[in-house]
């Protein structure tokens, strides 16, 4: 592309808000791929995003995420609601390849213009999404969506980013997955604002739910008055059977109820605390870029090499490449 | 910027139920470093191009082995290059008898791979025929 990254981001940013979907997938391609047209058209739709409602789908593989997704999409759309979702599975940490296959539970939206699906590969990044998810959602967001859907990768226990990346986050349960010391675990449990047993169909879904709701449940009397002491949440237990759709229009409704309830509280935190990631994140990869530039190749390598050799830990070498940052600063003033 | 791997779809369009072959070639794109989105069976042309759309992949491979290769990878074909993604390269697998291989090729198909082909075969063919995006 020859064109210059500014004019191009401004011309697929615009396109996409507009509602030409291969610009949007154009765009998201970039987001993905970190290139400068992806920063650009960032900064024209970040100020532009945040009337969306973010979801986080989290959960073991096979809990059956995907189809609930796709369940969710059809009650959505019913209501007359436009969806996108990011959709994560991961890559090989051997040849970086991966197998992308959470379309095949979300087929029959080819003719609707109110969905569009994109999966991405996790590219190494741990956490449960990709390194570029919630850029790629706050494109979707800023693209008009209402419902923005982040489906992770089968998680295990402890993959909660998505709860930085989401509004509210649903976490799935297969029936019979644990006993009760599961449900009382640290981790990925905690940041659910729902948590949905999902196959209910199946026996023992009803005893699973039951089991997370006496579990979940915070202890009756604790020193709530105390602001310094994080209150543990107190997510809604739901028993769906995705496949077949019961107990979705009820988990939409869960969501909606936590999105209202929590547009002072919960959700204005969740947003914070995404902000905050996000901010970290783009700080990492400039102050990384700084130390990559010529100039300050040569005394990074040096730094690296050192560590590797044990002659200087890492914390030092961190300071001081720091501080090598710091004089280059002054010399430029 | 960082290169992305060159990413593929594999979708088998039409009503024959044989879906081995899609996903061994899948898994072995994968294998080979490409990221590969798979459908799943039964995809109306609409579908696959909706996907290689939203997906922005660089590939599409079509796996067919209903025999109703003639009908359905022109009109893919002919909505990707409607919907503008003339720059996708699309590759058909499956038994596709020898006389059909030319009136597939001029309706867009890059290569046409039958029984016995490797996928390695295949990988470097994608490699040395795709335009990985540049955004």
């Avoid at chain 2, 590939?59 to 022109?74: F, K, Y």
Wanted: hydrophobic share 45%.
């Amino acid at each position: 592309m020859t064109q210059d990254p500014a004019e191009r981001a401004t011309a697929l940013a615009d396109a996409a808000r507009a509602g030409d979907r291969r610009s949007l997938a154009r765009l998201l391609t970039a987001v993905e791929n970190h290139t400068a047209v992806a920063e650009h058209a960032l900064r024209r739709l970040y100020p532009l995003a945040g009337a969306a409602h973010l979801v986080g789908i989290t959960g073991p593989p096979g809990a059956g995420k995907s189809t609930l997704v796709a369940a969710l999409i059809a009650e959505l759309r019913k209501a007359g609601r436009s969806v996108a979702v990011v959709a994560v599975d991961p890559s090989s940490p051997i040849t970086g390849g991966a197998l992308l296959g959470d379309r095949v539970r979300m087929q029959s939206y080819a003719s609707d213009d109110g969905v569009f699906i994109r999966s991405m590969a996790a590219r190494g990044h741990a956490g449960g999404l990709a390194s570029t998810s919630a850029a790629a959602a706050a494109v979707f967001d800023a693209s008009g969506f209402d419902v923005v859907l982040l489906e992770t990768v089968g998680t295990g226990q402890s993959e909660v980013e998505v709860a930085a990346a989401a509004d509210t986050t649903v976490v799935l349960e297969a029936p019979e997955m644990g006993d009760e010391v599961q449900a009382i675990k640290a981790g990925l449990l905690e940041v659910a604002d729902i948590v949905v047993v999902n196959k209910g169909d199946r026996p023992g879904a009803q005893r699973t739910a039951a089991q997370l709701r006496a579990m979940l449940m915070p202890p009756a009397t604790r020193e709530v008055d105390d602001p310094s002491r994080p209150l543990p949440k107190r997510p809604e237990v739901l028993v769906t059977t995705a496949a077949t759709g019961d107990g979705v229009p009820e988990l939409l409704a869960a969501l909606d109820r936590h999105r209202a309830h929590g547009v002072d509280g919960a959700t204005r935190a969740a947003r914070r605390n995404r902000a905050g990631s996000q901010v970290r994140a783009v700080l990492i990869e400039r102050l990384w870029d700084r130390l990559a530039a010529p100039g300050m190749a040569g005394a990074t390598d040096e730094a690296i090499d050192a560590v590797a050799g044990h002659e200087l830990d890492p914390y030092a070498a961190a300071d001081r490449l720091l501080a090598a940052l710091g004089t280059a600063d002054e010399e430029r003033r | 910027m960082t290169d992305r791997p060159l990413k593929v779809l594999i979708a088998k369009p039409g009503l024959d139920g044989h879906d081995r072959g899609a996903k061994v070639l899948a898994r072995g794109l994968r294998d080979e470093g490409f990221e590969v989105v798979y459908t799943g069976l039964r995809q109306t042309p609409e579908m696959i191009v909706t996907a290689a759309l939203q997906e922005d992949v660089d590939v599409v491979g079509l796996s067919i082995l209903s025999g109703a290769h003639m009908t359905l990878v022109p009109r893919v074909c002919t909505q990707l290059r409607e919907r503008g993604l003339d720059d996708v390269l699309v590759t058909v697998g499956g038994i596709i008898p020898d006389d059909d291989v030319e009136p597939l090729r001029a309706a867009g198909v890059a290569s046409v791979f039958g029984p016995g082909t490797t996928i390695r075969e295949v990988a470097d063919f994608i490699r040395a025929n795709a335009t990985p995006r540049a955004e």
